[in-house]
Structure formats: C-alpha cells, structure tokens
C-alpha cells in the first residue's frame, strides 16, 4: 500500500454532521466520469479511506469527501463522498459542508455554483449569511406501505424512496427519537436494516437499500417532524439527513401530503435543522435543502512508515 507523506483535510459540520474534505495530498483518482474515479479510489486507494476516516485520525461518524477535477461544463469541482465501510452516491449534509469548505479555502464567493457527484450534476447556492442551499438530484417515492417482519420488534411497515441514497422510512410506535434512547434506537434500526436484507426487499434494479430512517413528531414551532438515519457502516446521522429528508419529501410528495414550493422543517435527533422545499418532475421532484455548516479544523494528516496503524482501525 502506497502512502503519500501527508494529506490535508477541512472538518467541518453540518448541523452537528461531521464531513471532512480532502484537499490536498491524494492522488488523482483516474477516469473520465465521477463513477469510474470513484471505482478507481477503491480498487486503488481504499486504504487512504480507511486511514482518512477511521481511528486514530477520525472516526466512524465522519464523512469524508475527496474534491477533484470537475467532469461536466461549469462545474467548480468533482466531489466523491466516502465514509467508514464505504462509498456514498450522494451526500446533502457533506455537500453542504463541501460548499462552505470551498468558501473557506477562498475558491467561492456567495452564489451559484454546480458540482460533479458520482449520481450526477448537484447545484448549490451560497448565502450572504452563510447558509447554503442545494438541489439534489430527482428524487423518489419507489413503494409505499412495505411490510417486513423485524425480530424483537415487530412488524413494521415503511416506504421506501430515493433521495441519492436508497431509504426504508417508517414510524415504529413506543420509539422516541431522542438522544436518550440512543441504545434503542440503533437496535431497532439495525434490526430492521436486517430484516430488509433477509427479505429480499429492495429499491429499484435490485439496488440494496442501506439506510433506514425513523420518523416521528417533533415541536411544531420547531419542525414538522423530526428523525432518526441509521447510515451504512452502523452509524447514525447526527444532521437531519440531505439524501434522508429529500426521500422524505418525495414520499409525502407521492401522497398528496407535500406541495411544490411548501416549506419542510426536517429536525434530526440531535436538534440540527434542515428547511426543504420540491418542485416537481417527470422522475419525481427535485428537492433543494437549506442548512448551516460550520468549518471546525484544518489538520495535516501524516503517515509514518513506522506506525502500524497507517491504515487506521474500526470495530465496525
């Protein structure tokens, strides 16, 4: 495996969602298309994700986001979004903290930017406060009211939807979405993401669904709900979700329960807040999110040939 002496990050959070953005020291993933650089990143560099993003540099919550050259017209940047067992087709809460980076870095000025991800061309806009608002890619309601039988819960009954990533979106009653009822939260939604597994159940083309997002009520001066996002590799979203709160919107889009250009306040177990609002589209709805993210470090990560944990380390 083949180090580079250093690499140069930016953390940043995005309603309490840590995203770490590679600015320097990786090499240049090759291909032409965002998806074959990102194949590229983990056929050849997959180490330099694990050390990125697991101990003792980071950890599993981190989602890491490797900028590079963009690949269509006026796009400012490519971005690959990866985390701690992985890669991420799209990801809203880093592609916020992307955005703010980039301002940080003195590469955008308030306004309209496009940037290359691995599902296609994501727009943005810069605030003068500060806020940042994206348009997702086309999103969509897949199937409603799925049923699967989830041991040592029950039956539960969800939709499933596309907002970048694939969801399972259900209610499970007697499951309060709170900090203090971490434990029990993570043990439903790992239960359920098994359950789907074993089932057979899926989004479209057979694509495995590998989020799995609880909602549930919320103060209505603060949101309209508030939710829980179990993420690949067993880790939960500290934001409300982009991609989460975008499948979210197309669900309730698909039954009559969300109107082209009406506000949704989507608020996340930790408090953070995202504004989201849908237009409508031949595929579905075009979803934009608003949201605040904040540049938190600077690090040069380095590489001793001598530490034996270059690549890093996970339990998961």
């Known amino acids: 495996m083949k180090f580079p002496d250093s690499i140069v990050i930016v953390d940043s959070h995005t309603e309490g969602e840590p995203t770490r953005v590679v600015v320097e020291g990786w090499p240049a993933p090759a291909g032409s298309d965002m998806a074959a650089r990102r194949d590229d990143m983990r056929s050849s560099w997959d180490h330099l994700r694990t050390a990125v993003i697991h101990e003792p540099r980071g950890h599993d919550a981190i989602v890491g986001a490797l900028l590079t050259e963009p690949v269509t017209p006026g796009a400012l940047a490519g971005v690959i979004f990866f985390n701690n067992v992985g890669y991420l087709g799209m990801c809203g809460h880093g592609l916020i903290g992307v955005v703010r980076t980039l301002q940080h870095l003195g590469r955008l000025a308030p306004g ?14 810069l605030h003068d406060d500060g806020r940042v608002t994206i348009r997702n890619v086309v999103s969509h309601c897949h199937a409603r009211d799925v049923a699967v039988d989830v041991p040592g819960v029950g039956r539960v009954i969800g939709d499933i939807a596309w907002g970048g990533n694939w969801f399972f979106i259900a209610h499970v009653a007697g499951v309060p979405i709170e900090l203090t009822n971490l434990d029990e939260l993570m043990r439903v939604t790992r239960a359920i993401q098994e359950a789907i597994d074993a089932a057979g159940i899926t989004g ?15 103060l209505p001066a603060v949101a309209d709900a508030r939710n829980f996002v179990l993420c690949p590799g067993a880790e939960y979203d500290r934001s409300p979700c982009g991609t989460g709160t975008s499948a979210k919107m197309a669900v309730l889009h698909a039954r009559g329960q969300l109107k082209p250009g009406s506000t949704w306040r989507q608020e996340s177990v930790t408090g953070g807040l995202f504004e989201g609002w849908i237009e409508e589209h031949p595929d579905g709805v075009t979803p934009y999110i608003r949201a605040r993210a904040h540049v938190t470090a600077e690090t040069v990560l380095r590489f001793d040939p001598a530490d034996p944990f270059r690549a890093g380390f996970s339990s998961k």
């Not at 309209?112 to 806009?125: F, I």
């Not at 083309?205 to 909602?215: C, F, K, Q």
């Open 204 to 218: 479209a083309d057979g694509e495995r669904i590998d989020h799995i997002e609880l909602t549930g009520s919320a």
């Open 112 to 125: 309209d930017v496009t940037l290359d991800t691995t599902v296609g061309v994501v727009a943005a806009e």
